[in-house]
């Protein structure tokens, strides 16, 4: 069973930076992809970045657009970098895992609590 935790929400300013983290516990040993997703009042939750992870998969980071998803070597916290977030980032943010990567949240079947990002 795997478990999610993020951290490292909170408030930032337009054009600063911030890093959340997802520490997964559980079956760490096993082939796992890890996605990043946000929602905001009244959206649908969305991808924001994904990353596999395992034995046999080679470390990697992965940018998409002002966001950098990437692990750690032990392979049990994966983060998310923001860089140059905009009010339009404000959301609360989810990582989940599962089995393969997908960019549709219906897809993953382990969730975190989520954590609440305010870009003002």
């Known amino acids: 069973h795997v478990q999610l935790v993020e951290s490292g929400g909170g408030s930032v300013q337009a054009g600063g930076s911030l890093r959340l983290s997802c520490a997964r516990s559980g079956d760490i040993n096993s082939r796992v992809c890890v996605g990043w997703f946000r929602q905001s009042p009244g959206k649908e939750r969305e991808g924001v970045a994904n990353?596999?992870?395992?034995?046999?998969?080679p470390y990697y980071a992965s940018s998409e657009g002002r966001f950098t998803i990437s692990g750690d070597k032990a392979k049990t916290t994966v983060y998310l970098q923001m860089n140059y977030p905009t009010v339009e980032d404000s959301a609360t943010y989810y990582c989940?895992?599962?089995?393969?990567?997908?960019?549709?949240?219906?897809?993953?079947?382990?969730w975190g609590q989520g954590t609440q990002v305010t870009v003002s």
């Open positions: 989940a895992a599962d089995r393969r990567c997908f960019w549709s949240a219906r897809e993953y079947t382990h």
């Open positions: 990353l596999l992870l395992g034995p046999n998969v």
